[in-house]
């Protein structure tokens, strides 16, 4: 079975910065497509980021530019790490194995609490 677990969420001024895990086992890590959603209270789930086995990542719009997706296979591990964070980044934010070409979430992890104050 696919298992995600998430770490490294928490609560940070507007402005700080966090770096978020997930070791994945389960899966043949190398050539997945990991990646990382998102859920603010009253919001839909979006993808914050994802890379593919091969390293080409994506990213939602509102986390472009501050955001970095990576991934250490020998560590089977993704990490998201967030800068210049906002207010509006507060979510819960999940792990997640993503379908090939249309980012789309296969599998979730438990979700890890990222809260902004102002």
């Known amino acids: 079975q696919v298992h995600l677990v998430e770490s490294g969420g928490g609560l940070v001024q507007a402005g700080g910065s966090l770096r978020l895990s997930c070791a994945a086992s389960?899966?043949?890590?190398?050539?997945?497509?990991m990646g990382w959603y998102r859920q603010a209270p009253g919001k839909q789930r979006e993808l914050v980021a994802g890379?593919?086995?091969?390293?080409?990542?994506n990213y939602g719009d509102p986390v472009k530019g501050r955001f970095t997706i990576s991934r250490d296979s020998a560590k089977n591990t993704v990490y998201l790490q967030m800068n210049s964070l906002k207010p509006e980044d507060t979510a819960v934010y999940y792990c997640n194995v993503l379908a090939r070409t249309t980012w789309s979430p296969l599998h979730w992890g438990q979700g890890t609490q990222v809260t902004v104050s102002s």
């Open positions: 890379i593919t086995g091969g390293g080409i990542t």
């Open positions: 389960g899966i043949v890590f190398s050539i997945n497509t």
